[in-house]
Nanobody
């Protein structure tokens, strides 16, 4: 069992930065691929980024490549999402998740989810 708690969301102007954190409980943190999804009002939950168990491999949706960086600190059982050059279209609730996905971009492939943290980018 893994419990995930996100933090770091908030209100920021376009062009600004935020860093989201996701603290995981349990010793099995390093056994899981970790990811971030987001969901805007009226839209489906979409894949944002994922990181391999070792942290050596990262994956991003095209719209955030070059602006967002996912990382993990195994010693701290924490995964991060550094978000730079934020745009109004990045506004959403951001969810941390953990699993053993075959399809990284499918939310159904992840077993554990956090409660979400709101990110709002004003223009």
């Amino acid at each position: 069992q893994v419990q995930l708690v996100e933090s770091g969301g908030g209100l920021v102007q376009a062009g600004g930065s935020l860093r989201l954190s996701c603290a995981a409980s349990g010793r099995t943190f390093r056994n899981y691929v970790m990811g971030w999804f987001r969901q805007a009002p009226g839209k489906e939950r979409e894949f944002v980024a994922a990181i391999s168990r070792s942290g050596d491999n990262t994956y991003y949706t095209d719209s955030v490549k070059g602006r967002f960086t996912i990382s993990r600190d195994i010693a701290k059982n924490t995964v991060y999402l550094q978000m730079n050059s934020l745009k109004p279209e990045d506004t959403a609730v951001y969810y941390c998740n953990a699993g053993d996905p075959v399809k990284l971009k499918s939310p159904y492939e992840y077993d554990y989810w956090g409660q979400g943290t709101q990110v709002t980018v004003s223009s």
